[in-house]
């Protein structure tokens, strides 16, 4: 029997949500058709899939305020294989992109003093901070975060992710499932996979308990094949800044790897990065540049400033700069080639362990130098992140090496990924600027 | 015509046509820099008429009408025009240090500036040398009658205030308290350094390379001479004057 919080909630997600958001882009088109654009704009003109990004975003939000009660709802984190709660059916809810909209909305300072109040120290993650202190208050500018049944942790990242979900399992008295794939040196052995596999096994009993419902090898096959497509079409999105002009910018792939991230194994994640990759494709044809006057190509290291992501940007398009690949919107392409269907939960534990922030310095430095040839960039920018111990680490070797494989600038940047009370905006900028203008 | 408006001072040149300086303006930076800059870049005028100005410094993107250029760039371009030769070039502002390696071009290779806090800058040595009553003009004798260098381990301005305030309390002598800060501060500018270009020639711009103090310490930290170069603190607002000059 369908309960009336599932009809909400399947209402909302399916009829009601997408009604609304799709009139909010209709209006919102129409103000933007009456508004002239600005001449003196930087940038190339905007995104056309940016308008369907948000709708599907928004959408992905506005279900979960309806989700629990309804379905059986799993915090998970960024590097967690997912897929395997789809076919459960699973509303999966992200606390890190949820402190991505909280950073880039201005409301980090609140939610993460709110945790620090609670004895969380300032030098934690302030994704942790944020979303904790969101949990602690309830605020959250997305309206409302669904109270979790099961909290799903990989610490493919970060080990920090444990004590935090270890603090939220406390608060929500929910169940917490470990994925802890043990760091890669070189080359992971047979054992360490293994060792994955057995704890991908405990998941899938621990999903079947809480969402009391079994599925097959076939419905979890089914979803990889999604999750594998999915990633390989945001790759493709990724892989047309090799043209230049690059068809966007760096810092338009961090705001639309959301449905890779949030969304991965779904089918409207898919369709979304079709949509990306074709008008990408044709603004390619078109020579449309995400900026107007692409002189110098750029890479990024580490997660984006969130909070400053429109000041950096032009900053940096003023003066005929992009980056046109970024070593945090890759991670999320490269893992899918990994995933083989026909070896479904064996190479899914390969795959989840080779992310970049499990591998060793060697493995890092050589995934930036093949970024950097591929996208043939001039210059990199390390972000140095105050709260992001694991990307940071290392990266004084990282820029040594590279100047000296490469030939090309770069330079340490420090911020945060989050917090703005962590960044000096006068003198960072200064930095960034005295980098650019090195290269006249 | 170019002007540096620096945290501490505010300096302005008028370059002529064969790389003289025909005016130079050097001046503390007052609260209020438009009314302040726009004054210095009027008394240029009258001496060059209307000329196109570069500005750096801290308070640079507050200069009307100016070509708003960092102070590395700057730097690096005024430090070549006077030496024409590649090296390592340090500034040890009011507000933060800067290590540039300028390439045999004049460009800059790469380049380091201090963390976020007053840890390693001119305000360091001032504020402690103010908290020991010793006159920057004097601050020189001092350290050469120092008996024996006392070690400041704080790198921290403040902390370090709070560990020379006991070092006196314990008798320490003034003197060697002043030759430990520049040890400390050479220390420091040592670390920036080394990441960049450790065998290249060291060159040194801005006010506090006026402190012979500052460089005798520096020369020990690195292990050997500093060139200073001639005015070294209208060195920014020279290259700010040649980053609009044709």
Request: charged share 25%.
């Amino acid at each position: 029997m369908i309960t009336r919080r599932r009809l909400e909630y399947e209402l909302v997600k399916h009829v009601v949500g997408p009604a609304t958001l799709r009139f909010d882009t209709l209006r919102g088109e129409l103000k933007r058709r009456k508004k002239k654009p600005r001449p003196d704009s930087p940038f190339g003109p905007p995104l056309e899939a940016a308008h369907k990004l948000k709708e599907l975003m928004s959408l992905h939000y506005l279900a979960g305020r309806y989700a629990d009660g309804a379905v059986p709802v799993a915090w998970v984190t960024s590097g967690f294989p997912v897929e395997f709660l789809r076919p459960f059916g699973f509303h999966a809810v992200y606390p890190e992109n949820h402190a991505a909209l909280c950073s880039a909305q201005k409301q980090v300072p609140e939610l993460a003093s709110a945790a620090e109040a609670e004895g969380y120290a300032t030098d934690l993650c302030s994704y942790a901070r944020c979303d904790l202190g969101s949990a602690f208050t309830g605020k959250t500018p997305v309206g409302r975060l669904p109270k979790p049944d099961l909290l799903c942790c990989c610490t493919n990242i970060c080990q920090t992710l444990l004590y935090w979900y270890r603090a939220l399992a406390t608060h929500f008295n929910v169940p917490l499932v470990l994925i802890d794939p043990p760091f890669v040196y070189g080359k992971a052995k047979p054992h360490h996979h293994q060792y994955i596999l057995d704890q991908m096994e405990e998941l899938l009993a621990e999903a079947a308990r809480v969402s009391r419902k079994q599925v097959s090898l076939a419905e979890l096959v089914e979803v990889m094949h999604l999750a594998r497509e999915g990633t390989a079409l945001w790759g493709e999105c990724l892989d047309a800044s090799r043209n230049r002009p690059a068809p966007w910018t760096g810092f338009d792939g961090f705001v639309h790897i959301g449905p890779i991230v949030a969304l991965r194994g779904t089918k409207e994640c898919n369709a979304y990065y079709r949509l990306l990759r074709d008008e990408l494709h044709d603004r390619v044809k078109k020579g449309i540049g995400g900026i107007k006057n692409e002189r110098h190509r750029l890479m990024w290291d580490n997660l984006p400033i969130w909070y400053g992501l429109r000041e950096l940007s032009t900053l940096l398009a003023e003066r005929g700069f992009n980056f046109v690949c970024t070593s945090y919107t890759n991670a999320w392409a490269e893992g899918g080639a990994l995933v083989d269907p026909s070896q479904p939960m064996a190479s899914m534990a390969r795959a989840y362990s080779h992310v970049l922030l499990n591998q060793d310095l060697k493995n890092r430095l050589s995934v930036l130098e093949r970024l950097a040839r591929t996208y043939e960039v001039e210059g990199a920018v390390l972000h140095s992140d105050r709260s992001c111990k694991p990307y940071s680490v290392g990266q004084i070797d990282l820029k040594d090496r590279l100047q000296k494989a490469l030939g090309i600038r770069v330079l340490l940047f420090e911020a945060d990924h989050a917090d703005p009370r962590a960044y000096a905006k006068e003198p960072a900028e200064n930095r960034l600027t005295a980098f650019l203008e090195s290269f006249a | 015509m170019g002007i540096d408006v620096g945290s501490t001072t505010t300096k302005g040149v008028l370059l002529g046509d064969d790389g003289a300086l025909l005016e130079c303006v050097l001046e503390p930076t007052a609260p209020r820099i438009d009314e302040q800059s726009r004054e210095v870049v009027a008394r240029l005028k009258q001496k060059g008429g209307e000329l196109p100005v570069g500005a750096t410094g801290y308070g640079r993107k507050r200069v009307p009408t100016a070509r708003a250029v960092t102070e590395i760039t700057c730097h690096a371009k005024g430090a070549f025009f006077r030496l024409k030769r590649q090296g390592l070039l340090v500034d040890i502002g009011g507000q933060d240090t800067k290590v540039i390696h300028l390439g045999a071009q004049g460009d800059v290779q790469d380049f380091s500036m201090n963390d976020k806090c007053a840890a390693g800058t001119g305000r360091f040595l001032e504020v402690i040398l103010g908290r020991l009553n010793v006159p920057l003009a004097e601050v020189s004798a001092y350290a050469a009658r120092a008996p024996r260098v006392v070690s400041i381990s704080s790198t921290c301005t403040v902390f370090a205030e709070s560990e020379v305030v006991s070092l006196i309390a314990e008798g320490e002598p003034v003197e060697g308290i002043v030759k430990g800060l520049h040890a400390s501060l050479a220390s420091r500018v040592r670390a920036q350094a080394g990441t960049l270009s450790p065998s290249a020639e060291i060159f040194m711009s801005g006010g506090v390379a006026l402190n012979q103090a500052m460089v005798a310490a520096l020369a020990q930290a690195m292990g050997r001479a500093i060139t200073v170069l001639p005015e070294p603190q209208l060195i920014g607002a020279l290259g700010a004057a040649l980053s609009v000059a044709g």
